[in-house]
Nanobody, 125 residues
Framework: QVQVVESGGGSVQPGGSLTLSCAVS????????LGWFRQAPGKEREGVVA????????YYADSVKGRFTISHDDDKNIMYLQMNSLKPEDTAMYYC??????????????????WGQGTQVTVSS
């Protein structure tokens, strides 16, 4: 059984930093993608970053390039999202997802089979 568990959300002032974690267990393949998505109230779910496990290819949305960094602890199978220079528009529920997703499909949430419960990120002064 695949489990995806996020942690690390919270509230921060503009310009601040947060680190999100995503622990995955039970995935049946050695190569798959892990993605971070976010959804603000009244908006569609948006792909933020993704990592192709086993190949170490990363993808970033234009809105977060240069501010967000994704990494992966292979031993613990935990993905980290370091978020710096946070802006109010980064406020959203952040979800981690796992699936057999490659290349240009990484931002399509329907391509990911397994999802975590989400963690709230609020950027406000």
């Amino acid at each position: 059984q695949v489990q995806v568990v996020e942690s690390g959300g919270g509230s921060v002032q503009p310009g601040g930093s947060l680190t999100l974690s995503c622990a995955v267990s039970g995935y049946p393949d050695i190569r798959y993608s892990l993605g971070w998505f976010r959804q603000a109230p009244g908006k569609e779910r948006e792909g933020v970053v993704a990592l192709y496990i086993g190949v170490d290819i990363t993808y970033y949305a234009d809105s977060v390039k240069g501010r967000f960094t994704i990494s992966h602890d292979d031993d613990k199978n935990i993905m980290y999202l370091q978020m710096n220079s946070l802006k109010p528009e980064d406020t959203a529920m952040y979800y981690c997802a796992a699936g057999s997703v490659y290349g240009g499909s990484w931002q399509n949430p329907s391509k990911y089979k397994y999802w975590g419960q989400g963690t709230q990120v609020t950027v406000s002064s």
